[in-house]
């Protein structure tokens, strides 16, 4: 179990550490920015879902194929080439796996709050299941690209 709790967290760092990542491309950070698996299809449907439920239409999504996203993911302590997390920045603060969907969720609002059902689960389950999900996702979902989803309004959210 203690394995379990130091996978699901972060590195500590504080806000916007990334902006001192000279490893990182320099990047508006200005809005909330969702970082995916371009190759994914849950990950496509939520990038769908994200366009619909942030109404104010400010958070971008960027791919983890792309050189920003390999950079932010490899400065949050995660590999590029096993990409199983999700990861959400928020004011500068780094937000992953479920516990992102559950931040990301609330900042929306509307039927965003449903995620904070999942928080019915036990974080160390939570956890546990977001890993399974993740490892498998391609067999279980199949793969989409992210990139090619035919809303211009979408597209226009993508930081490639």
Request: glycine share 6%; aromatic share 8%.
């Amino acid at each position: 179990m203690r394995g379990t709790a130091r996978q699901a967290t972060l590195p500590r760092m504080t806000a916007c550490s990334y902006r001192d990542d000279p490893a990182v491309p320099a990047f508006d950070d200005s809005a909330p920015v969702a970082v995916m698996d371009a190759e994914c299809a849950i990950c496509s449907w939520g990038a769908r879902m994200i366009h619909r439920l942030d109404r104010a239409g400010t958070t971008r999504i960027c791919p983890i194929q792309s050189p920003l996203g390999t950079a932010l993911l490899i400065h949050y302590g995660l590999d590029p080439q096993d990409p199983a997390s999700w990861l959400f920045l928020d004011d500068g603060q780094a937000h992953k796996d479920f516990e992102a969907v559950l931040h990301a969720g609330r900042r929306y609002g509307g039927l965003g709050y449903l995620t904070q059902t999942l928080r019915l689960i036990p974080r160390p389950l939570r956890d546990w299941l977001y890993r399974r999900l993740a490892r498998n996702r391609y067999a279980l979902f199949g793969r989409a690209d992210l990139c090619a989803l035919p809303n211009p309004a979408l597209q226009r959210r993508l930081l490639k």
